[in-house]
């Protein structure tokens, strides 16, 4: 799985780099479905320091099969989905700011711009559970359903795509979403698309601006 792991530390370094996250603040996981296994980020080493050898492999059992480092903290968080879900095969979370400013307000991002349809009709709020705990793994699992992001109460942002490339531009655009809300809730309050709207949007997306990997194409 070596590149699957030079994946994961380039897009970990990019999201430090695109200012979606501080220090340590999130983690990375690529799943692979034929073999049944997850690569993930370790446990509280800068993403500027992560070397190939540091990423952690585990089978879908949660036995860590290759690695000598702790695997994140919030492994089940990643690996819950993988069990679960046929259509996410990458996930990221990270400590974006606005997305968390609504994560602290616990307050869901509605369809105030059309943009929020890469991850779903809206994004809903996890219930709040401690960070690492199965229980904040099995909360975020519950919001996701049918959707591609949940925030997360007091804490950031869960993403899920078919690769790394397309999770990364969910939280990039679920951000940008957040904060286009959040700011324009301090002048006013933000029109909402409707659910036929958002609905059109679904279905223009699975064409149209979808990116694709070099994998992939």
Known sequence: MSDVKQELIKYGKKLVETD??????????????????????????????IKESDIVVMDINGNIVEGERLPSSEWYMHLIQYQTRDDIDAIIHAHTTYATVL????????ASHYMI??????????????????????????????????????????????????????????????????????????????????????EKFKTYGQRVSKENK
């Open 20 to 49: 979606l996250t501080k220090g340590t603040g999130g983690n990375l996981s690529v799943f692979d479905r034929e073999k049944q296994l997850m690569a993930i980020t370790p446990s509280g080493i800068d993403f500027f320091e």
């Open 117 to 202: 349809a890469v991850a779903g009709e809206n994004v809903r709020v996890a219930e709040y559970a401690t960070y690492g705990s199965p229980e904040l793994a099995k909360n975020a699992f519950e919001a996701m359903k049918d959707r591609k992001a949940v925030i997360l109460a007091n804490h950031g942002i869960l993403a899920g795509a078919n690769d790394l490339l397309n999770a990364f531009n969910i939280v990039e655009e679920i951000e940008y979403c957040s904060e286009v809300y959040t700011k324009a809730k301090a002048i006013g309050e933000p029109v909402i698309l409707p659910h036929e709207e958002m609905v059109l949007m679904a």
């Open 103 to 110: 994560a602290c307000l616990r307050e869901p991002l509605p």
